[in-house]
């Protein structure tokens, strides 16, 4: 509503027209009512009846509805001020001061009052216009008073003189208060009037109070401390303050409402009433002239303090916040995280002192029913703080990290457990999960945010709007996401170096077992004497025995293998379980790590590492079994050794030593096998002592009695061979050689001699006749037969006396003997055709030639030639009455060795002398004088074989020498069965040097095997 003076500034109009505009400016606001008719006629009628009050009323409703028709109402006041007299003087003077000097409202309320003093015109309605414009002017009086007021309050609080605003505005509190008392509105509201009137004092002094704290302690312009808890602390000294604004602005409204209330009833009864009632400018002055308080009146000055002192605070704790918060943010991106961490709890506490201002700007619209203005940020304050929670959060649980980090390298040093393992597992999961949580709740947030419109004043009532929320849940987003995927690496490291640390100890329990168990391996394999250097490696391996022969020799101990064997497994399966415990820790652990990561080549390795554990425990499975099996079969074989030596010591006593040798010898190679199979020191040991014993025993017992039989048979052969039964002397010769080797390896001298003799007797036999056997025993037959057959038709046609013919065929003959003869140049029949043939030729000839062939064969015979003995056995045959041809044939069968000599006292002298010299070595017993005792005595039956004394001496000779064993020793029977596989195999040098090494053993010489092997290899050589 504007002031009075403004109304009726325009000094041009007259003093008609002001009167009709003050009539119709004031009359809406300040009059008691409308006429209900306002016509041009019903005015004329009032004035024709004088009542010009009346009709005034009229005309200036008229004037108002109709502006148009101005002129007609002019016309008409015209007339009624006219017809005032006097009385309208006063009113002309009082529309002149309206007209020329409108803000004189002094001088219009004296020209009232002296016109209320002079009374009433005749007029009713005229005295009735003056009582109203003396009211007006009193109101016009009283507002202007109340504008200027408000202007100075204004004034005062625009400058921040809030106290002094309110002061101001408390002087205003007595405007038509009296007038108020006096009309009688009844005890009770006035009593409630006077009470709100008391409040609004008293609301004056505590705003006063208040204001000087907050100026006080808060300074102006406000500055915050720049500590944290200093500036929590200015807080809580000013809450009090702030507080009892709330309060203060509470009352005040509820005054202020309470007037307006009783106003709007009190219109409700007496419509005139209008503005002039202390009600009303009480409400504008608690309100502001508009009564929206947003220029001026107490709410607006506590508002305005309000919104400085919350606003300033805010402001500053809210850039202190963001200060801190970005700093902290540098800082975290940076990796200095408990830095950061300080950084991001102090902007948590700016945060939380935020939110105490936002309570309390909740609590001054709620309580206070102000509607302040928010504080800068403030919109978006709930989501920011809580960002910064979430930024610290991370940033402990970065710290926590670390702390977990310091702690890994325990787990490096051996001391991580299944459980241990899990409970870190669960505290990475735990704190990944918490980083999950709250970067969807953050990215829920932002959806959210983004989804709706972003200019929603409800969404974001801050004037940063969803573009600065946005930014700080990106922030707090980022972070996380950091932390996260810093949880993960530091998983991840410590998982790769968990793996990694246990892959090495799975490798180097891999490469311990594999030694470990080479050792049985070794056992097994079989270990030389050059192997002795292992015991300084490994101590349980037995000494390996030094038998000779060569260092390649491998000895073989499954029963300390299986041992070892037994001993290792059991680690070897531990470490297969710890490491299928570590696949399986493959499985628990993150996907990324297995499928993106390097997990995967480790795993890998793991599996590798594990196989090679199982294959090493096969390898040992399979060791240990061939163990057990080697060792199961040294032990029956040994046992079966037992048996035989005990059937061997049982056939002994019965003499049977057939038997004996049989088991004695089976012995030997179930024990031999054994050791094959078995190195054992004490099997050994056995063998060369009790065993070797019995064997010596056996053969020298049955030695004994082989001498007895080899005598009987040389005599019986003897006595065929002068029966010249030469088979059957050749058959007992070779019974007789075979009995002997039963026990002797050496050969018989004496049974040597008489199968030269007999042999040689029975080769030139043989050698006489083409055997059957023979290859070409037909084609020789029938050359001899075509032979015979040409021979008797030449000696007929020669007998004929057809000499050239029958010589012709005879040529035919010995071209087929010849044949013949180059197969077998001694043949019987073709010798004696040819004879035959030269002595039919030319029978003269042939008998004067015949004692020159006989010399020439017997010559030939001196040479040992068979074919120049068949000769003379063929002259002889065919001119048996020669002289001296029977002498001639029976010492060449001397000189071919078929027929014994002749005594010879010389020879048989010899034959003697090297008797007598034997028995003398037999009677001293000098048994070192023994082989050379036995040389002497076949050396003199070479010379006389009737020398029946060295026969005897002989037997007991080699009696007492004894023979070899029936068995090796345990060492030799090695050497031996090596030196039999190594000829088996086709190196017959090597089996040839191993038999050499055995017979540099004197006890080997006389061993029929060693020597049985020797002539197989010479055979062959």
Same mark, same amino acid.
């Given at each position: 509503?504007?002031?009075?003076?403004?109304?009726?500034?325009?000094?041009?109009?007259?003093?008609?027209?002001?009167?009709?505009?003050?009539?119709?400016?004031?009359?809406?606001?300040?009059?008691?009512?409308?006429?209900?008719?306002?016509?041009?006629?019903?005015?004329?009628?009032?004035?024709?009846?004088?009542?010009?009050?009346?009709?005034?009323?009229?005309?200036?409703?008229?004037?108002?509805?109709?502006?148009?028709?101005?002129?007609?109402?002019?016309?008409?006041?015209?007339?009624?001020?006219?017809?005032?007299?006097?009385?309208?003087?006063?009113?002309?003077?009082?529309?002149?001061?309206? @007209?020329?000097?409108?803000?004189?409202?002094?001088?219009?309320?004296?020209?009232?009052?002296?016109?209320?003093?002079?009374?009433?015109?005749?007029?009713?309605? @005229?005295?009735?216009?003056?009582?109203?414009?003396?009211?007006?002017?009193?109101?016009?009086?009283?507002?202007?008073?109340?504008?200027?007021?408000?202007?100075?309050?204004?004034?005062?609080?625009?400058?921040?003189?809030?106290?002094?605003?309110?002061?101001?505005?408390?002087?205003?509190?007595?405007?038509?208060?009296?007038?108020?008392?006096?009309?009688?509105?009844?005890? $009770?509201?006035?009593?409630?009037?006077?009470?709100?009137?008391?409040?609004?004092?008293?609301?004056?002094?505590?705003?006063?109070?208040?204001?000087?704290?907050?100026?006080?302690?808060?300074?102006?312009?406000?500055?915050?401390?720049?500590?944290?808890?200093?500036?929590?602390?200015?807080?809580?000294?000013?809450?009090?303050?702030?507080?009892?604004?709330?309060?203060?602005?509470?009352?005040? $409204?509820?005054?202020?409402?309470?007037?307006?209330?009783?106003?709007?009833?009190?219109?409700?009864?007496?419509?005139?009433?209008?503005?002039?009632?202390?009600?009303?400018?009480?409400?504008?002055?608690?309100?502001?002239?508009?009564?929206?308080?947003?220029?001026?009146?107490?709410?607006?000055?506590?508002?305005?303090?309000?919104?400085?002192?919350?606003? @300033?605070?805010?402001?500053?704790?809210?850039?202190?916040?963001?200060?801190?918060?970005?700093?902290?943010?540098?800082?975290?991106?940076?990796?200095?995280?408990?830095?950061?961490?300080?950084?991001?709890?102090?902007?948590?506490?700016?945060?939380?002192?935020?939110?105490?201002?936002?309570?309390?700007?909740?609590?001054?619209?709620?309580?206070?029913?102000?509607?302040?203005?928010?504080?800068?940020?403030?919109?978006?304050?709930?989501?920011?703080?809580?960002?910064?929670?979430?930024?610290?959060?991370?940033?402990?649980?970065?710290?926590?990290?670390?702390?977990?980090?310091?702690?890994?390298?325990?787990?490096?040093?051996?001391?991580?457990?299944?459980?241990?393992?899990?409970?870190?597992?669960?505290?990475?999961?735990?704190?990944?999960?918490?980083?999950?949580?709250?970067?969807?709740?953050?990215?829920?947030?932002?959806?959210?945010?983004?989804?709706?419109?972003?200019?929603?004043?409800?969404?974001?009532?801050?004037?940063?709007?969803?573009?600065?929320?946005?930014?700080?849940?990106?922030?707090?987003?980022?972070?996380?996401?950091?932390?996260?995927?810093?949880?993960?690496? @530091?998983?991840?490291?410590?998982?790769?170096?968990?793996?990694?640390?246990?892959?090495?100890?799975?490798?180097?329990?891999?490469?311990?077992?594999?030694?470990?168990?080479?050792?049985?391996?070794?056992?097994?394999?079989?270990?030389?004497?050059?192997?002795?250097?292992?015991?300084?490696?490994?101590?349980?391996?037995?000494?390996?025995?030094?038998?000779?022969?060569?260092?390649?020799?491998?000895?073989?101990?499954?029963?300390?293998?299986?041992?070892?064997?037994?001993?290792?497994?059991?680690?070897?399966?531990?470490?297969?379980?710890?490491?299928?415990?570590?696949?399986?820790?493959?499985?628990?652990?993150?996907?990324?790590?297995?499928? $993106?990561?390097?997990?995967g080549p480790l795993r890998a390795t793991t599996r590798a590492l594990v196989a090679g554990l199982e294959d090493l425990y096969r390898q040992g499975n399979e060791g240990a079994r061939i163990a057990s099996d080697r060792t199961a079969q040294a032990d029956l074989l040994r046992e079966q050794g037992d048996r035989y030596y005990r059937e061997a010591g049982a056939a002994v006593k019965q003499d049977d030593f057939g038997t004996a040798r049989d088991r004695i010898r089976r012995a030997a190679e179930c024990y031999n096998e054994s050791l094959a199979l078995e190195e054992s020191a004490a099997l050994r040991q056995d063998w060369d002592t009790r065993v070797l014993v019995l064997g010596q025993d056996i053969n020298q017992r049955e030695n004994e009695l082989v001498i007895r039989e080899v005598r009987k048979i040389v005599n019986l052969a003897r006595n065929e061979y002068f029966e010249e039964d030469f088979e059957a002397a050749e058959k007992l010769l070779m019974q007789g050689q075979n009995r002997w080797h039963v026990t002797n390896a050496e050969e018989n001298p004496e049974i040597g001699y008489w199968l030269s003799i007999v042999r040689g007797a029975l080769s030139f036999r043989s050698d006489r006749v083409i055997p059957v056997t023979a290859p070409l025993f037909t084609e020789m037959g029938q050359l001899l037969s075509e032979a015979r057959r040409v021979f008797e038709q030449g000696y007929a046609l020669i007998r004929a006396n057809r000499v050239q013919e029958g010589t012709a065929l005879f040529d035919e003959a010995r071209l087929k003997i010849r044949k013949v003869k180059i197969m077998f140049p001694m043949n019987h029949e073709a010798g004696m055709l040819e004879l035959r043939m030269d002595q039919v030729t030319d029978p003269r000839a042939f008998s004067a030639s015949f004692q020159r062939r006989l010399d020439e064969a017997f010559v030939g015979v001196q040479r040992q030639s068979a074919e120049s003995f068949a000769d003379l056995q063929n002259l002889a045959e065919l001119n048996p009455g020669y002289p001296g041809i029977a002498g001639i044939l029976k010492q060449a069968e001397i000189l071919m060795g078929y027929r014994v000599a002749p005594p010879d006292p010389r020879i048989l002298r010899r034959s003697d002398e090297l008797t007598r010299t034997a028995r003398t070595i037999v009677d001293n017993n000098d048994r070192d004088q023994f082989e050379a005792a036995l040389r002497q005595l076949n050396e003199a039956l070479s010379l006389n074989p009737n020398n029946d004394e060295a026969m005897v001496l002989k037997d007991r000779v080699q009696t007492r020498m004894g023979t070899g064993n029936a068995i090796l020793s345990s060492a030799d029977e090695g050497e031996y069965q090596r030196a039999v596989r190594e000829l088996q195999q086709g190196n017959t040098l090597t089996a040839m040097s191993l038999v050499e090494r055995l017979l540099q053993n004197p006890r080997n010489r006389n061993s029929t095997r060693v020597i049985e092997l020797l002539r197989r290899i010479q055979a062959i050589l």
């Open positions: 509503m504007g002031t009075v003076s403004a109304i009726f500034h325009n000094r041009g109009c007259n003093k008609l027209l002001a009167c009709c505009l003050v009539a119709l400016v004031l009359g809406p606001s300040l009059s008691a009512g409308e006429p209900e008719n306002d016509s041009l006629v019903y005015i004329d009628s009032l004035i024709n009846s004088r009542q010009y009050s009346e009709a005034v009323r009229a005309l200036t409703g008229y004037m108002r509805e109709n502006p148009d028709d101005f002129e007609q109402a002019q016309e008409r006041i015209r007339r009624i001020i006219g017809v005032q007299g006097g009385y309208n003087r006063l009113i002309g003077e009082l529309l002149d001061i309206i @007209t020329e000097d409108p803000g004189n409202v002094d001088q219009i309320l004296a020209l009232t009052r002296q016109l209320e003093a002079m009374g009433s015109s005749d007029d009713s309605q @005229t005295g009735e216009f003056v009582t109203r414009i003396y009211n007006l002017a009193r109101f016009a009086v009283n507002r202007k008073r109340l504008e200027a007021i408000l202007a100075e309050g204004q004034a005062l609080t625009a400058a921040g003189n809030y106290e002094g605003a309110l002061l101001v505005y408390g002087e205003g509190l007595d405007i038509f208060r009296e007038e108020f008392f006096t009309l009688d509105y009844g005890e $009770d509201l006035e009593g409630r009037v006077r009470e709100h009137s008391s409040l609004l004092g008293m609301y004056i002094a505590r705003f006063r109070d208040a204001a000087l704290t907050l100026q006080e302690e808060f300074g102006d312009p406000g500055v915050l401390p720049e500590e944290l808890e200093a500036g929590t602390a200015l807080f809580n000294r000013i809450e009090p303050a702030l507080s009892s604004l709330i309060e203060i602005r509470g009352g005040i $409204d509820e005054t202020g409402r309470y007037f307006l209330e009783q106003l709007a009833r009190i219109r409700s009864i007496d419509a005139a009433i209008g503005d002039q009632s202390f009600l009303s400018f009480a409400s504008r002055l608690i309100y502001g002239q508009n009564g929206d308080a947003t220029r001026n009146g107490f709410l607006h000055t506590i508002d305005s303090l309000w919104a400085y002192r919350i606003g @300033t605070l805010d402001a500053l704790v809210s850039a202190a916040s963001a200060t801190v918060y970005k700093s902290a943010l540098a800082e975290a991106r940076n990796g200095n995280y408990r830095s950061a961490e300080t950084g991001f709890s102090k902007a948590a506490g700016y945060g939380a002192l935020e939110g105490e201002i936002q309570e309390l700007n909740g609590r001054y619209a709620r309580e206070g029913r102000g509607e302040p203005d928010p504080p800068a940020g403030g919109g978006f304050l709930q989501v920011r703080y809580f960002a910064i929670l979430l930024a610290r959060d991370a940033e402990l649980l970065e710290l926590s990290l670390e702390q977990i980090a310091a702690d890994l390298p325990e787990f490096q040093a051996g001391m991580e457990t299944a459980e241990s393992v899990e409970r870190l597992r669960g505290i990475f999961n735990k704190l990944i999960a918490e980083a999950d949580g709250k970067i969807a709740g953050l990215y829920g947030m932002d959806r959210e945010f983004r989804s709706g419109p972003a200019d929603d004043p409800a969404r974001f009532p801050g004037r940063g709007g969803a573009a600065e929320i946005v930014r700080y849940t990106a922030e707090a987003a980022e972070l996380l996401e950091k932390f996260r995927s810093r949880c993960l690496n @530091t998983e991840f490291d410590w998982a790769y170096r968990r793996y990694a640390a246990l892959n090495a100890e799975l490798e180097q329990r891999l490469d311990r077992r594999r030694t470990e168990l080479s050792a049985g391996n070794r056992l097994l394999e079989g270990l030389r004497q050059e192997d002795q250097a292992l015991r300084s490696t490994w101590p349980e391996i037995p000494l390996i025995p030094d038998l000779g022969g060569e260092s390649t020799r491998r000895y073989f101990y499954p029963r300390e293998a299986l041992a070892r064997f037994n001993l290792v497994l059991p680690l070897i399966d531990g470490d297969i379980r710890q490491g299928r415990a570590v696949l399986s820790g493959y499985d628990a652990e993150r996907r990324e790590f297995l499928t $993106d990561g390097e997990l």
